[in-house]
């Protein structure tokens, strides 16, 4: 497995553990009736479940799987890019998230700075394989 | 396929047919259910998916196929309890919130409900990290 592929899933398991935390505490707080900010927390759970962990371990595993971008020396440094635009996407929206909550609703550069970071990080992936996926 | 995959993998399966028959009842447009644990069951289908579906069929396929130290083939991977404890663990903890969640919405405060959730809440938060715990010691270069 290419190193970068590595460092991406093990990202992407990282945000499992961390999203599945503010998973089971957000349920908890069904139960005990405990509930700072959940709109806040569930937002951020929902990210970083579904692009921290699903999108990031799709793409890790496609840098390492996919004959067209399979990671070598000289595609690992596109790669690396991604990796490291994807999850500073991931944070930033994360912590708008929960500085929105804190800060009555004031995070919106933070959020919208998240999303064009994840943007960029699955165009500079999502283009290379459509067009060499097709050829 | 090792044993331990086959069993996510046919259980996320399970989960798929079961969430989509949930996400039926949810957009019924008749009285089924109540409105008010309209909510609840659309959360639970929604996690019966991304949990019970997408990160099952994941954890399957992935102890299967990612790289493992020494040459040992697929089919010689050893048959770990706790492997198949924290499967049943997962498992219980989201069929335990699908029962229990739209009870909820409806009926808040119940001993019954609160400890339910939390109940489902524990099983599955432990089971996924022993899971992503198993993973990343997978995840070695070559």
């Known amino acids: 497995m290419p190193r970068v592929s590595l460092w991406l899933v093990r990202a992407a398991l990282v945000h499992l553990a961390v999203g599945v935390t503010a998973g089971a505490l957000l349920l908890a707080g069904k139960a005990t009736g405990w509930?700072?900010?959940?709109?806040?927390?569930?937002?951020?759970?929902?990210?970083?479940v579904v692009v921290g962990w699903l999108v990031q371990l799709a793409v890790g595993v496609g840098f390492w799987i996919l004959p067209p971008i399979r990671g070598d020396a000289v595609r690992e440094g596109p790669a690396w890019r991604v990796a490291g635009l994807l999850n500073a996407g991931v944070l930033l929206y994360v912590a708008g998230c929960l500085w929105g909550g804190a800060a009555g609703g004031q995070a919106g550069p933070l959020l919208a700075a998240g999303r064009i970071l994840e943007l960029l990080a699955l165009t500079a992936f999502g283009v290379p394989l459509a067009t060499r996926a097709f050829r | 396929m090792p044993a331990i995959s086959r069993l996510f993998i046919r259980t996320a399966a399970v989960h798929l047919v079961a969430a989509m028959g949930c996400w039926v009842l949810v957009a019924l447009p008749?009285?089924?259910?109540?409105?008010?644990?309209?909510?609840?069951?659309?959360?639970?289908?929604?996690?019966?998916?991304a949990v019970g579906w997408i990160t099952q069929l994941i954890f399957g396929v992935?102890?299967?196929?990612?790289?493992?130290?020494?040459?040992?083939?697929?089919?010689?991977?050893?048959?770990?309890?706790?492997?198949?404890?924290?499967?049943?663990?997962?498992?219980?903890?989201?069929?335990?919130?699908?029962?229990?969640?739209?009870?909820?919405?409806?009926?808040?405060?119940?001993?019954?409900?609160?400890?339910?959730?939390?109940?489902?809440?524990?099983?599955?938060w432990a089971a996924v990290l022993y899971f992503v715990g198993r993973l990343w010691s997978r995840t070695a270069s070559r």
């Open chain 2, 30 to 49: 008749t009285g089924f259910p109540a409105e008010t644990s309209r909510y609840g069951l659309s959360m639970a289908t929604v996690h019966l998916l």
């Open chain 1, 35 to 48: 509930t700072p900010d959940t709109g806040q927390l569930a937002l951020a759970h929902r990210e970083i």
């Open chain 2, 62 to 124: 992935a102890l299967w196929m990612f790289p493992r130290r020494g040459r040992r083939p697929p089919r010689e991977l050893p048959d770990r309890t706790l492997d198949r404890v924290a499967w049943a663990l997962l498992n219980a903890g989201l069929v335990l919130r699908l029962a229990v969640e739209p009870g909820w919405t409806v009926l808040p405060g119940t001993d019954v409900w609160r400890w339910g959730l939390l109940a489902s809440a524990a099983a599955q």
